[in-house]
């Protein structure tokens, strides 16, 4: 069984600050997936990373896969309110289904 | 909007009471999800669905029982809950899962069950 691990479990930040939560597991993927969570919301995708050691940015986001393929970061810089919600990263082996793990919780606060 | 849709967004029910959760996807995908999102647990992967056929039962009790009667359709049927059953339902739609490589999941808004 494939297990996930994200830290922090929570994090409250200023706004303006910069922030990284990480992702790991014992188990190689062929590809992993970053999602974030609103209150009262399903989640929603924002990157999948599939070969070691890529980085792939979206705007203030920065997301890297680790070179063995079993670990992962989201990099925030300068946080907004609006960046608030529950991170969660998913890993995949070829062909099979995603696993989640529980999630990283941020608060930006104004 | 992430063009998946779940019905209700709320539901209470007894422990002898039979209801129904109902998901629609409007993006043309041909494989279904569901999942069960715990306040203590990670998000749990339950049934599977592609090309209106079942692929995956993730060891799911049977008081849970899914249907997928088409490509954009998918129901999960509930009856004689146990009140650890309360939980966040939620719905996702992705690519033909028979192809080859990664897929990208859409999730619906889920349904917030609380069994009395």
């Known amino acids: 069984t494939q297990l996930l691990e994200q830290s922090p479990q929570f994090l409250s930040i200023q706004e303006g600050e910069n922030l990284t939560v990480y992702c790991n597991s014992s188990s190689v993927f062929s590809s992993l997936q970053w999602y974030r969570q609103e209150p009262g919301e399903g989640p929603v995708l924002l990157v999948t990373v599939v070969t070691g050691g890529e980085v792939k940015k979206l705007k203030r986001l920065t997301f890297q896969f680790g070179d063995a393929r079993k670990d992962s970061s989201l990099h925030i810089t300068a946080a907004q309110p609006g960046d608030t919600g529950l991170y969660l990263c998913?890993?995949?082996?070829?062909?099979?289904?995603?696993?989640f793990g529980p999630g990283t919780r941020l608060s930006v606060l104004p | 909007e992430t063009g998946v849709t779940q019905t209700p967004r709320h539901l209470v029910m007894g422990m002898t009471n039979k209801k129904s959760l109902k998901c629609e996807q409007h993006?043309?995908?041909?494989?279904m999800y569901w999942y069960k999102q715990s306040a203590k647990k990670p998000l749990e992967l339950m049934f599977v669905y592609n090309f209106k056929e079942q692929t995956e039962n993730n060891s799911v009790p049977s008081r849970f029982s899914p249907e997928c009667p088409n490509s954009s359709h998918l129901f999960l049927h509930l009856h004689t809950l146990q009140p650890e059953d309360s939980a966040l339902y939620l719905c996702?739609?992705?690519?033909?899962?028979?192809?080859?490589?990664?897929?990208?999941?859409?999730f619906g808004p889920g349904t917030r069950l609380t069994v009395t």
């Open positions: 993006l043309g995908h041909n494989a």
């Open positions: 996702a739609s992705s690519q033909d899962r028979s192809l080859e490589g990664t897929y990208e999941q859409y």
């Open positions: 998913a890993g995949a082996g070829y062909g099979q289904n995603f696993v």
